[in-house]
C-alpha cells in the first residue's frame, strides 16, 4: 500500500458479501498491516492479522479504536430486512456516517465507501436518494482522499435468501452478451471484483473525490 503504511486497516462491514472479500483481499499480503474490523457481533475471525471491536453501530462515537490511516466501509441493509424507510436509512446513511467520524478519530486520511449504482441525493428515487446522501456525509466528514465504489447489482454466495436479487442475477445473465459496451455500466459485479478494485484504488495515491463507476470497478478489480 501507498507509503508503507504500518497502521492497521478499519473496516466496517466485515461480515457482508463485500465486506468479507475485502478482509480477505486486505490481508493477502502476508506483510501487511492487518484489518481492525468493526462490527455489531462477534465473527470469530480474530486471528494474529484481524482484530474484532465489537461496538453499537447507533452509537460509535464514543468507541476507541487503534489509528488507521485507510477506512473501508461496505456496510448496509435492504428496505425488506429494516423493515422501513427510516430503518434503512439508520443503516444506510446514519452509521454510514458515524463509521466515518470514528475513522477521522482514529487518525484516517482515506475513505473507501461502497455505495451504489445511481447513488445521487437528489434523486427522486429514495434507495438512490439515501446512498447520495451517504456519499455526501463522507465526503464532508474531511478526509483527504474518498472513493466511492457504484457497483451495480452484486454477485455472490449469501447466507440469507433474497429473491428478487437473484431473479435480477439470472435474468442479466440470459443477457450478457448485451452487457458488453455502453451497457457494462450495469453489467452485474461479483463481490470479488468490488474488493479487488477497492484495495487498487487503495494502493495507489488517493486524494480528493474519486468515483469509481460499475464499468471502472470491474476493470479496477479484474
Ligand atoms: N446487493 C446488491 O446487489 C448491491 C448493489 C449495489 C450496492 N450495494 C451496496 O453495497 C454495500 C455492500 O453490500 P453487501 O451485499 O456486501 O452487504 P451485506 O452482505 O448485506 O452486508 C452488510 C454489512 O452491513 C452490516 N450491517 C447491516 N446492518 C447493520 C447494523 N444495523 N449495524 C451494524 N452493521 C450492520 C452487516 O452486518 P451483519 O452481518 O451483522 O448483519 C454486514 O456486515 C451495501 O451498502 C449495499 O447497499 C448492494
Known amino acids: 500500500m501507498e507509503n508503507q503504511d504500518l497502521t492497521p486497516f478499519l473496516v466496517a462491514g466485515a ?3 463485500v465486506g468479507r472479500a475485502l478482509v480477505r483481499r486486505l490481508l493477502d499480503d502476508e506483510a501487511g498491516p ?15 492479522r484481524v482484530k474484532e471491536v465489537v461496538a453499537d453501530f447507533g452509537r460509535l462515537d ?14 448496509g441493509t435492504t428496505i425488506a430486512k429494516a423493515g ?29 465507501l461502497v455505495s451504489a449504482l445511481g447513488a445521487d441525493p437528489r434523486s427522486k428515487v429514495f434507495y438512490n436518494r439515501t446512498k447520495g446522501e451517504a456519499e455526501e456525509a463522507v465526503k464532508s466528514a474531511g478526509f483527504d482522499g474518498v472513493a466511492l465504489f457504484r457497483p451495480s447489482l ?19 445473465g440470459l443477457v450478457s452478451w448485451a452487457m458488453a459496451g455502453p451497457l ?8 470479488e471484483v ?3 478494485a477497492m484495495a487498487a484504488v487503495a494502493e495507489g495515491i488517493l486524494t ?5 463507476e460499475n464499468d471502472e470497478i470491474h476493470r479496477l478489480g479484474a
Open 15 to 17: 461480515s457482508g458479501l
Open 34 to 48: 492487518g484489518v481492525v474490523a468493526v462490527v455489531r457481533r462477534p465473527l470469530g475471525i480474530g486471528s494474529g
Open 62 to 75: 464514543g468507541l476507541a479504536v487503534p489509528r488507521a490511516r485507510t477506512a473501508f466501509c461496505a456496510l
Open 84 to 112: 422501513s424507510e427510516a430503518a434503512f436509512r439508520a443503516v444506510d446513511v446514519e452509521a454510514v456516517a458515524a463509521f466515518a467520524r470514528l475513522a477521522r478519530r482514529a487518525g484516517a486520511t482515506r475513505f473507501l
Open 154 to 172: 452484486l454477485v455472490g454466495e449469501r447466507s440469507e435468501s433474497r429473491p428478487a436479487e437473484r431473479v435480477a442475477i439470472v435474468a442479466s
Open 184 to 191: 457494462s455500466r450495469w453489467k452485474p459485479v461479483p463481490a
Open 194 to 196: 468490488v474488493a479487488a
Open 208 to 212: 480528493g473525490v474519486r468515483i469509481v
